[in-house]
């Protein structure tokens, strides 16, 4: 299922409540599917957000920050090896080259989140807002899942841009 989503400006004056936009999301630029935000236990004060960003256009884009009324901060991170020791590192940008798919997943690029607000807790939905290098805004409603122990293994496969 794929709904229709607007610049954040007219996002706001739609009826439609923000949960009809959880499902999938499509700007003039980007689809946004599966978004999540990973469950932590009691006390944590970080989480992650993952999705599959699929850009369908002729242009280059670049998802450049976020922000989300759960944390203080939004982070873009990726893991990296380095000398053979996975790290996880903060990038400027996660690229989202012309007719691709780029997938956030555990293990390679996620939205990372600091200094939470509340504790997230499966079943809840976090807003995102996720900032694109053309300046356009998108709204996304994630619900908070448990990370399977299977997403992690698949993550590090995934955690790459794909064509389509």
Do not use: Y
Not at 42 to 66: H, I, Q, Y
Request: proline share 9%.
């Amino acid at each position: 299922m794929r709904l229709a989503a607007l610049p954040l400006a007219l996002l706001c004056l739609s009826p439609l409540p923000l949960a009809v936009f959880s499902a999938a999301v499509e700007a003039q630029s980007i689809t946004v599917d599966d978004p999540r935000v990973r469950a932590v236990p009691p006390g944590s004060t970080t989480t992650a957000a993952f999705m599959t960003l699929s850009n369908p256009g002729e242009t280059d884009l670049a998802l450049v920050g976020g922000r989300s009324p759960l944390a203080v901060t939004l982070e873009l991170h990726n893991h990296v090896m380095v000398d053979g020791v996975m790290q996880m590192r903060r990038v400027e940008a996660i690229p989202l080259p012309a007719g691709e798919t780029v997938h956030l997943a555990p293990g390679g690029w996620h939205l990372m989140m600091f200094d939470l607000a509340a504790v997230p807790v499966e079943g809840e939905r976090v807003e995102l807002t996720l900032t694109l290098d053309n300046g356009e805004r998108l709204v996304v409603e994630a619900p908070v899942r448990r990370l399977k122990p299977m997403e992690m293994i698949k993550g590090e496969e995934t955690g790459k841009h794909s064509a389509h």
